[in-house]
């Protein structure tokens, strides 16, 4: 089975407090971890295990600048066998639909039975998979927390409904299947498999090699803009106990006693 | 301005509380809208429902077909795309049914998508202000969505507060425009979620964790201090994903709904989904090492601390407390 798995480079939010930078039309980049988005990791690992029982090949891809080679890299040392960066100075500004636009073009150029992302991103909306599909005309399932393999044409997935139930389905090949967390245990990356890969050669695509009218991806086709970051509050906010952390104790305590929390 | 339409999720035949809120959030982006809410499915339940949105919509587009009777995306996708008009607005909420939806209607319709709205500031023409949030609820962030092809919009369950006085509305049956409907994915089955071995929704108080609490090792630092109040360990998705609980220790909208008394959030960021697994209005204490954390956002209590040290040091001192009081 031909594997393709669509993955991004994100600010890592376990890594990061997230601020606004001076003039609040970005977070503040500098100094900020990023890694590879974590659901999209799942989904990696879920196309490696699907490869090893049934056979087939695991390639990953992004859309995104040189910077993002660091993720593909990342993905190959996991064990996928190749990485495509698709990059475009036209691609820049791009909207869900844009990205999914370029991704389809990708697709396309080559033939793959199952097409996988994770299902949102730390910046994102949940959008990108199920865009794809619906560009491509393949059948979707979103929120996808385990698959099984029945045959050549078809897959048994099951959703992440609610209150912890699971939703099965029968999915037809070829397909977009964006993946929930939890769904498998990602396998460890040490510094030796990223070092193993540090010199393999990524292809690069842009607008011209897959087809894509630059009018249609990028800021230029973009409906959904960005328009500002700010900072708001959900609720009233929190009395913070302040003062040493034996008299934070004790407050706490108090607190607890008052509210029913202890005996 | 372009017609607005509620797509309804329901189930058993009761409309889900989200429908209350896409017509609050409809009358926020056109205060002279008279959306219509759309129902599929099939049988005597749709009617049910169809009957119950009369109180709040003055339309309601009825769309019964048998393909439609289970909860297949593909499927209610292809009828919408029939029925709904050219450049109309579709509100849907942000739910897994949602997120399954609406990006791929998005494209057959050829409308923008913006996912996850929590917010809607206005209106300028063909171009809407939206609020979002991004990174896991730490910043929000405006977004303008240009609406001249229509747009579909999945809107957070919770976000738009439910409003206006009860209307008399009509139910319009819309069932022959769908013509057949087929699918490459088929609904087979809905499992329900396994019982664990402590039912978190039975405590009075929780001690719950996140990601805060690093490795499955850590977890005894909020066992103890649990035993200690008599509570229970519940937990927050990252420590299900890393299987260091199980499943049925997970608090949120794809977990259990809980309604403790007392809530202790330990190193958890505190997402939506999260907390909308948090009902009952509970004491909430949050404690994370980040001030930035949207938990401290939404509790009553907060404690700018690593939940390593401090757990431990609150669990011996509510001993010490009770040792000496002995």
Not at chain 1, 37 to 44: G, H, L, S, T, W
């Amino acid at each position: 089975m031909e594997i393709l798995v669509c993955v991004r480079r994100v600010p890592d939010t376990s890594e990061n407090e997230i601020q606004l930078n001076s003039t609040g039309n970005d977070i503040e980049r500098d100094d900020l971890v990023y890694s590879v988005n974590e659901p999209d990791n799942y989904a990696v690992e879920e196309a490696l295990q699907i490869a090893a029982k049934n056979g087939g090949n695991v390639t990953v891809v992004t859309v995104g600048t040189d910077e993002d080679e660091e993720v593909l890299r990342r993905e190959m040392a996991m064990g996928a066998n190749q990485g495509v960066l698709l990059s475009d100075d036209a691609f820049n500004g791009s909207d869900g639909k844009g990205i999914a636009t370029i991704l389809k073009a990708f697709v396309q150029k080559g033939k793959y039975d199952l097409v996988l992302t994770g299902i949102q991103a730390e910046d994102g909306g949940a959008q990108v998979g199920g865009m794809l599909a619906a560009l491509l005309d393949y059948p979707f399932a979103s929120l996808v927390n385990s698959i099984t393999v029945l045959d050549g044409s078809k897959l048994k997935v099951g959703r992440e409904i609610e209150g912890g139930n699971r939703e099965m389905n029968e999915i037809d090949l070829p397909c977009v299947l964006s993946i929930q967390t939890g769904i498998n245990e990602p396998r460890y990356v040490g510094m030796r498999g990223i070092r193993q890969v540090a010199s393999v050669e990524i292809p690069t695509y842009g607008a011209s090699d897959l087809g894509i009218a630059t009018t249609a991806v990028g800021e230029a086709g973009a409906r959904v803009k960005r328009v500002d970051y700010f900072v708001s509050a959900l609720g009233k906010g929190a009395e913070i106990l302040q003062g040493s952390r034996e008299e934070i104790i004790n407050k706490l305590i108090e607190l607890m006693k008052a509210k029913g929390g202890m005996n | 301005m372009a017609r607005i339409f509620a797509y309804i999720v329901h189930k058993g035949g009761v409309a889900d509380d989200s429908a209350a809120e896409l017509v609050a959030a409809a009358r926020t982006i056109d205060p002279a809208a008279t959306p219509v809410a759309i129902v599929t499915g099939c049988g005597t339940e749709l009617d049910a429902v169809c009957e119950s949105l009369r109180t709040s919509y003055a339309e309601v587009w009825k769309v019964a077909n048998q393909a439609l009777t289970d909860p297949n995306a593909e499927l209610i996708r292809q009828a919408l795309v029939k029925v709904v008009p050219g450049g109309s607005i579709v509100l849907v909420p942000h739910a897994h049914f949602g997120i399954d939806l609406s990006p791929g209607l998005s494209i057959k319709l050829n409308a923008a998508f913006v996912s996850d709205v929590v917010g809607i500031e206005g209106v300028e023409g063909t171009s809407l202000k939206l609020v979002r949030q991004e990174f896991g609820g730490q910043v929000s962030a405006h977004v303008r969505c240009d609406t001249s092809t229509g747009a579909v919009l999945n809107l957070r369950p919770g976000a738009f507060k439910p409003q206006g006085a009860a209307i008399n509305g009509v139910v319009v049956d819309k069932s022959a425009e769908t013509g057949t409907l087929t699918a490459k994915r088929r609904y087979l089955e809905t499992v329900t979620a396994e019982a664990g071995d402590v039912d978190i929704t039975k405590h009075a108080v929780l001690v719950s964790v996140g990601r805060g609490i690093q490795e499955k090792d850590n977890i005894a630092i909020a066992e103890e201090l649990a035993e200690t109040l008599g509570a229970a360990v519940s937990c927050s998705r990252p420590v299900v994903d890393a299987k260091w609980l199980p499943k049925s220790r997970q608090v949120g909208s794809s977990g259990q709904t809980v309604k403790p008394k007392v809530y202790m959030a330990c190193g958890i960021s505190g997402s939506f989904q999260h907390l909308a697994g948090i009902k009952g209005n509970p004491f909430i204490v949050a404690i994370n090492k980040n001030p930035k954390a949207p938990f401290f956002q939404v509790a009553d209590v907060g404690i700018v601390a690593d939940i390593l040290e401090f757990l431990p040091e609150l669990t011996n001192k509510i001993r010490e407390t009770r040792g000496a009081s002995v």
